[in-house]
């Protein structure tokens, strides 16, 4: 499996170790717009590195991960569905909804498959919790509330909070109860940064049935946790510590669960579902859905009123 990786930021990095790694992929090479850091990981790891994200593209690429700014997801993927090459773009899907359909749409004109990275989805406490939610140990599940908070990052300048960090639970929990959000109202604000730097955000599923997202970047310590209720107990995870705790009226069980890099399960998946030939998960419709309740959020909280989905 011949991969490549365009933009290799923070994220990009990881990315690219992952897949030097993996026994199954050869790494052809790189591309970013900074030619220092792209020349340092070219060296390190062996590989050509490209300032053109098309003359990568030209290197008879299987597949190639997307991990540059928001605003870049569109035309970049585009690229690389011209190209022929399956994509993995990280979260969100792309800045705008219009975007997303073109890029959904665009993949499968051209039977090209998509998958987006919503990395939560894989890390071993979701996996864990989702499996204890569909064996039905907690019996039915009516809401979902979520923590992730913690200090700014000053690299994120063209996205709020919503859009960076709040998506990860939105799709979390929308993936926990197997279910689409049909409503949302928020409450948001800006305090440190140009868009929305904290908020709070209830969806409604089916009616009956909530989730609830905390988040902001005003925090000075980082939090990653998620609460599940269930009319027979309660789960508590802990994204950062990838723990699961079950309490019901006489125990309280702490789930066995085996510590990995969500990251490197997410590219796994990945690649094994190129490999295979089937469709990767999460799909372009999971990223639609996800970047349209957010973009949902931010509608509400400006506009003051619960908006439907």
């Not at 011209?82 to 993949?107: C, F, M, Q, R, W």
């Not at 309490?247 to 295979?276: C, Y």
Request: net charge negative; charged share 25%.
């Amino acid at each position: 499996m011949r991969a490549g990786v365009i933009g290799t930021g923070a994220m990009g990095q990881h990315h690219v170790r992952i897949y030097s790694e993996m026994e199954n992929v050869e790494l052809v090479g790189i591309s970013d717009i900074s030619e220092e850091p792209l020349k340092a990981l070219c060296e390190q790891y062996g590989i050509e590195g490209f300032t053109d994200h098309k003359e990568l593209l030209e290197k008879d690429l299987d597949i190639v991960s997307i991990v540059v700014p928001t605003t870049l997801h569109a035309p970049i993927s585009l690229d690389a569905i011209n190209s022929g090459v399956h994509i993995l773009i990280e979260k969100p899907i792309a800045d705008t909804l219009e975007n997303a359909y073109k890029i959904t749409e665009a993949a499968k004109d051209a039977k090209v498959k998509l998958m987006v990275g919503h990395i939560e989805r894989f890390n071993p406490a979701v996996m864990k919790l989702k499996q204890i939610i569909d064996s039905g140990a907690l019996g039915k599940i009516v809401s979902i509330s979520t923590r992730r908070v913690g200090p700014y990052n000053p690299r994120i300048r063209d996205v709020g909070v919503i859009i960076d960090i709040g998506v990860h639970d939105i799709d979390v929990i929308s993936c926990l109860y197997g279910m689409e959000v049909n409503e949302v109202y928020a409450i948001a604000g800006a305090d440190i940064h140009s868009f929305e730097d904290h908020a709070a955000i209830v969806l409604r599923y089916d009616h009956e049935f909530s989730g609830i997202v905390e988040t902001n970047w005003l925090t000075p310590h980082k939090v990653r946790k998620l609460t599940a209720i269930g009319i027979k107990g309660v789960a508590y995870l802990d994204y950062i510590d990838q723990t699961v705790e079950l309490h019901d009226g006489e125990w309280i069980r702490k789930a066995k669960i085996e510590q990995e890099e969500p990251l490197k399960l997410e590219l796994t998946s990945f690649v094994d579902a190129i490999s295979n030939g089937h469709e990767p998960d999460p799909t372009g419709r999971d990223g639609i859905h996800a970047l349209k309740v957010a973009m949902a959020a931010i509608e509400s909280y400006s506009e003051a009123k619960a908006i439907k989905i």
